[in-house]
T-cell receptor, first 112, second 114 residues
Framework: DADVTQTPRNRITKTGKRIMLECSQT?????MYWYRQDPGLGLRLIYY???????NKGEISDGYSVSRQAQAKFSLSLESAIPNQTALYFC???????????FGDGTRLSIL | AQSVTQLDSHVSVSEGTPVLLRCNYS??????LFWYVQHPNKGLQLLLK??????LVKGINGFEAEFKKSETSFHLTKPSAHMSDAAEYFC????????????FGTGTRLLVSP
């Protein structure tokens, strides 16, 4: 089983809809992250969380919100989806801030 | 601020020939550097990391990278390419300002032909 699991793997939806992407991990890591990947731009950080009570904005948080329901779960929401949020979204975890991050397989989101 | 530049968006090699993926970084202090690989429909997998120990870092699947401070480079190499190496590769620099922020390069797609 994967250490970092993202659901759904693919989602197509319409402009204005509310979308939730979920991430769960079995690694026991405190740090969790949400990124989006766009062609030619690498990965950009949306939100990160040090623990259940500590959530922080990344470099591109506008239009997104997150919830850390438990140490193992970190969800990303798009309150009112727009087409330029079409991207590949990744969840990641790390044990400590200076340790490598471990990534899920991604959620491909298309907004029409 | 930290940044990375991957000098090639695409690299094509033949199976059995050497691989060189180039990365230059910018950092105001001694950085941590990583190479990640992304296969189609998969997440990013750590290939190797440099964290101020040995300058030549060995990773998985026969890859290695050399940290050259004077050239601000961290190029990824492999002596002999395999078809399964075809993927996208990301050079990443880590800055620590209260937490580990990863700054990603734009990626290099490696194509391996028979």
């Amino acid at each position: 089983d994967a250490d970092v699991t993202q659901t759904p793997r693919n989602r197509i939806t319409k402009t204005g809809k509310r979308i939730m992407l979920e991430c769960s991990q079995t690694k026991g890591h405190d740090r969790m992250y949400w990124y989006r990947q766009d062609p030619g731009l690498g990965l950009r950080l949306i939100y990160y969380s040090f623990d259940v009570k500590d959530i922080n904005k990344g470099e591109i948080s506008d239009g997104y919100s997150v919830s850390r329901q438990a140490q193992a779960k970190f969800s990303l929401s798009l309150e009112s989806a727009i087409p330029n949020q079409t991207a590949l979204y990744f969840c990641a975890t790390s044990e400590q801030s200076n340790q490598p991050q471990h990534f899920g397989d991604g959620t491909r989101l298309s907004i029409l | 601020a930290q940044s990375v530049t991957q000098l090639d968006s695409h690299v094509s090699v033949s199976e059995g020939t050497p691989v060189l993926l180039r990365c230059n970084y910018s950092s105001s202090y001694s950085p941590s550097l990583f190479w990640y690989v992304q296969h189609p429909n998969k997440g990013l997998q750590l290939l190797l990391k440099y964290t101020s120990a040995a300058t030549l870092v060995k990773g998985i699947n026969g890859f290695e990278a050399e940290f050259k401070k004077s050239e601000t480079s961290f190029h990824l190499t492999k002596p002999s390419a395999h078809m399964s190496d075809a993927a996208e590769y990301f050079c990443v620099v880590s800055s620590y300002t209260g937490f580990q922020k990863l700054v990603f390069g734009t990626g290099t797609r490696l194509l391996v032909s028979p």
